[in-house]
């Protein structure tokens, strides 16, 4: 049976994720007997649009990047109304990560929920903000919350912990978890100012909307508390974590690192102490035999310390339109197969 998806905001990943869609709709067919259609989209820009049949996702890419409106399939339904009344498997919630009050995407999540389909969301508010009442809610309505997106893009974080490293405890998990960040600590070294690379970033992909929440350690706190709740599963709430960014790095602590054979990394970590759990955000100067202080750009690593292997870690993109639009297609994969 083909798989109806729902995407809920048309912006940078969920362009992505029909670019990718697109691209692979035959190797997923030939590899995984994965067929789907999209046949909702809602936007605030482009408008929502509705076909219980498929939608023409080519046609609204090439629209959407000629900063055009939807012209075909329109429908007078609310973001809500869309999500309830359309005939999709999984509704997957693209909109702009917003950690203060997680947005309209936790109503989107609900609604899903409510009407008896699955999440899978690259939005970190949800999952930051109310990860035990969205994951509850979920089972009680017999579908689920695929949240892989959320940390470290595509690179499969959250999955790894729920999959091949169940059955290991893990005590302690630390990395470089927000891609803006590192890029722009990287390229400061290379002699950019900060305006100039934070820019870039920016038109790169990496930023949030609001590129404060990167630069402050909001993101990297955001995904710190989402781990400590999914991997750890303690209720941490967002203001648990102390969390300090970037903004107070000048050149010439960026200089006095290299003297010292060291490089400034902003590092989160969750890990457990005296029976608690615990979160923190905040750069440290890491030395250059380190292996994350080899971990340059937009790229992310995590390690997890466990009682059964010791420490794995994992490297991968932690941010860009593709790289996050493979977050959301592993989730709907992960959906599709173990159905
Ligand atoms: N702004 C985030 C980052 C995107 O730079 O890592 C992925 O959460």
């Not at 690259?122 to 035990?132: H, I, M, T, V």
């Not at 010292?260 to 990394?265: E, G, H, I, T």
């Amino acid at each position: 049976m083909k798989q109806k998806i729902a995407i809920i905001g048309f912006g940078t990943v969920g362009q992505g994720l029909c670019e990718i869609l697109l691209k692979k709709r035959e190797y997923l067919k030939e590899k995984y007997d994965y067929e789907f259609e999209v046949v909702a989209v809602a936007d605030f820009v482009y408008g929502n649009v509705f076909n219980a049949e498929g939608l023409d996702i080519s046609k609204m890419l090439e629209e959407a990047k000629a900063k055009k409106k939807f012209s075909e399939d329109l429908t007078e339904w609310n973001n809500i109304e869309l999500i309830k009344n359309c005939n999709a498997d999984v509704v997957c919630e693209l909109t702009f990560t917003d950690l203060k009050t997680g947005g309209p995407a936790i109503d989107h999540c609900i609604a899903a929920f409510e009407s008896g389909k699955h999440i899978v969301t690259s939005n970190k508010g949800p999952a930051a903000l109310k990860y035990q009442e969205m994951k509850k809610l979920a089972e009680k309505n017999g579908v689920t919350f695929q949240i892989e997106g959320t940390v470290v893009a595509g690179t499969p974080v959250i999955n790894l912990a729920e999959g091949p490293l169940a059955g290991c405890e893990i005590s302690k998990i630390r990395g470089i978890l927000n891609g803006t960040t590192n890029y722009m600590l990287s390229e400061m070294e290379k002699g950019m100012s900060y305006d100039e690379v934070l820019k870039i970033a920016q038109e790169l992909g990496y930023a949030e909307a609001d590129p404060t929440g990167d630069v402050e350690g909001y993101d990297a706190r955001g995904k710190v508390t989402i781990l400590a709740n999914v991997v750890m599963g303690a209720p941490l709430k967002i203001d648990d974590v102390a969390c300090e960014g970037i903004t107070k790095i000048t050149p010439e602590d960026i200089k006095k690192a290299k003297e010292k054979n060291a490089r400034w990394k902003l590092i989160g970590t969750v890990e457990k102490k005296d029976g608690k759990v615990v979160g923190s955000v905040a750069p440290e100067m890491i030395d250059l035999s380190h292996p994350l202080a080899g971990i340059m750009g937009a790229t992310n690593a995590l390690t997890f310390t466990t009682d059964l292997l010791g420490d794995v870690t994992i490297v991968g993109p932690g941010a860009g339109r593709i790289e996050t639009g493979f977050s959301i297609l592993t989730d709907l994969l992960k959906i599709f197969r173990t159905k």
